[in-house]
């Protein structure tokens, strides 16, 4: 790409949050009357509740001490609890395992973006030489290389079957390809004035909507290869765009300072969120649930938006991190027992990936291994394992053993070996975890 602008992949371009750590109180929408119904600005589409009840399962076992109980009472009840089952949740953990697995190598300039595909199968990777590659996300063995761009690759998404791969570039052009064949679509994108920035599928894979350095956001109609609307989004280029789960809503953000929400039928802007120090935002993600946005900010921030109540509401703030020049991407996961905890992976400036739990903002991991700017970081849609890539062209899989990093290592070792010509192989490193504060 062309050095006279700021440098793609994710192109050039401080703060004491003062929000309550406490945890977020209910909503008293929650304690609505039966009869009521609650009103939103925005349609909420309401996501079943999974924090567990703290009732009276730990209250019971308090001892009230009016009465002094016989020995033998004690221990008949000590055998009755031991015949029970043990309803405990087990613990939250406190860190993370993920291990070097894999580096894939076959880029020839820095990668800007890179994406898991929803069937997991798969990992694109979009790069500064004008290419992308489609490795096989278990072996790293590289099955295509798509060539077509003339410039840069910004921007990668997957249709949600995994069947269609879309690419935004800086020659303001948007490929569809078919990753089975490695072949393109007969007939790009074309629209934009400027840079494609970022690109996301809806839902339903009818719809593709991107963000451009022409400050615009597109709704294209992915069959007819036209462009549904047009949004005259920001005043400075958009840096992401996103669609919330059921695809009635956009999210976009810009260097503006600006992230906006938008109705995908009418295009009407619904919410314009700010932050007071106004730092250029250079990501944005959905929650899972649909209820929040995740927002990158070049002050070496990330920030969870709830957009829904008044004017949107910062709830959370996210640090640790180094991000004040480069346009960074990360993707939310989860961890625990049954995948019922969320936290939020990054890269930084540092050549670090940093994983925080979502609701206690603790670092649960930090990893090292990359030796330049970690500009995309990506999750597997079903299992533990994390992808990454930045100015130093290469490509890390990281694995969460369930005995540690022990068995990680042990697998790394394993894939030590070159893959149809592309080295594919493991530093072997003990995991570096942060302690806790």
């Known amino acids: 790409m062309a050095d006279t602008r700021s440098p793609s992949p994710k192109r050039l371009r401080d703060e004491d949050d003062g929000y309550d750590d406490a945890p977020p109180r209910k909503r008293s929408a929650s304690r609505t009357p039966p009869n009521a119904s609650p009103t939103y600005r925005i349609a909420e589409r309401p996501a079943r509740s999974y924090t567990r009840e703290e009732s009276g399962h730990y209250h019971s076992r308090r001892y009230s001490g009016s009465t002094p109980r016989s020995r033998s009472n004690s221990r008949s009840s000590s055998r009755r609890r031991s015949h029970s089952p043990d309803t405990t949740p087990p613990p ?10 894999l580096i894939l190598r076959g880029h020839k300039k820095p990668i800007s973006i890179i994406r898991f595909s929803p069937d997991g199968r798969l990992i694109a990777s979009g790069s500064a030489d004008c290419t992308i590659k489609l490795w096989n996300a278990n072996t790293g063995a590289l099955e295509h290389t798509l060539e077509g761009h003339l410039a840069g690759i910004s921007a990668l998404t997957w249709s949600p079957d995994s069947r269609i791969l879309a690419s935004g570039s800086d020659d303001k052009s948007i490929r569809l390809w078919d990753p089975q064949k490695g072949i393109a679509h007969p007939t790009p ?14 839902p339903k894979g009818n719809m593709l909507v991107s963000g451009s350095y022409d400050e615009a956001v597109f709704l294209w109609d992915v069959r007819a290869a036209r462009v549904m609307r047009s949004l005259p989004a920001h005043s400075d280029p958009v840096s992401s765009v996103d669609f919330v789960r059921d695809g009635t809503l956009i999210v976009s953000c810009s260097h503006d300072g600006l992230i906006r929400v938008w109705d995908t039928s009418t295009g009407q802007c619904l919410r314009t969120i700010v932050h007071e120090d106004n730092a250029p935002v250079t990501c944005v993600r959905f929650s899972p649930n649909g209820k929040y946005i995740l927002a990158w900010t070049l002050d070496s921030c990330i920030r969870l938006w709830n957009y829904i109540d008044g004017k949107g509401k910062c709830v959370k703030t996210y640090q640790a991190h180094v991000n004040k020049k480069y346009s960074l991407n990360g993707a939310f996961g989860t961890y625990g027992p049954a995948a019922q905890f969320a936290f939020i992976a990054s890269g930084d400036e540092d050549g670090n990936i940093l994983l925080w739990d979502v609701s206690s903002k603790n670092v649960l991991q930090k990893l090292d291994g990359h030796e330049d700017v970690v500009l995309s970081v990506d999750t597997h849609p079903s299992e533990r394992i994390l992808a990454s890539a930045g100015l130093d062209r290469t490509i890390r899989v990281w694995k969460a053993g369930d005995d540690g990093a022990h068995a990680s290592n042990a697998r790394a070792a394993e894939q030590d070996r070159p893959m149809n010509g592309i ?14 504060d």
């Open 189 to 202: 994108l074309l629209g934009h004035h400027n840079y494609v920035y970022s690109l996301c599928f809806s």
């Open 92 to 101: 939250k953990p406190t860190h993370l395992n993920y291990a070097p697995t």
């Open 423 to 436: 080295v594919a192989h493991a530093d072997i490193l003990p995991p570096n975890l942060f302690p806790e």
